[in-house]
């Protein structure tokens, strides 16, 4: 089994950075891919970035591209999200998850074990 869990997640201004960080315990998490999602009120999960086994590749919502960086320490057993340039419709509850294999998606289906969810608030 694998256990995520989030942290880095609050209340922030328009125009702050945050960094999400997501801890990975029970069975390792460096040989797959790892995904950041978000879901605000009413909508449906959506992918905000992710990044292969390697680090060597990743992808990121249109949204948030220029603006948000994903990265892992595979020997820490951690993914980051770091947030800039936050904006209202950032607001969400984001999750972390670890994919079905090694190469990236954007696939919710594709993503095997999530974490419980940090919120993410911008005030503007």
């Known amino acids: 089994q694998v256990q995520l869990v989030e942290s880095g997640g609050g209340l922030v201004q328009a125009g702050d950075s945050l960094t999400l960080s997501c801890a990975a315990s029970?069975?390792?998490?460096?040989?797959?891919?790892m995904g950041w999602f978000r879901q605000a009120p009413g909508k449906e999960r959506e992918v905000v970035a992710a990044?292969?086994?390697?680090?060597?590749?990743?992808i990121y919502a249109d949204s948030v591209k220029g603006r948000f960086t994903i990265s892992r320490d595979n020997a820490k057993n951690t993914v980051y999200l770091q947030m800039s340039t936050l904006k209202s419709e950032d607001t969400a509850v984001y999750y972390c998850?670890?994919?079905?294999?090694?190469?990236?998606?954007?696939?919710?289906?594709?993503?095997?074990?999530w974490g419980q969810g940090t919120q993410v608030t911008v005030s503007s």
């Open positions: 998850a670890r994919a079905a294999g090694l190469g990236v998606a954007r696939s919710v289906t594709y993503y095997a074990y």
């Open positions: 029970g069975r390792t998490v460096s040989s797959y891919a």
């Open positions: 990044v292969s086994w390697s680090g060597g590749d990743s």
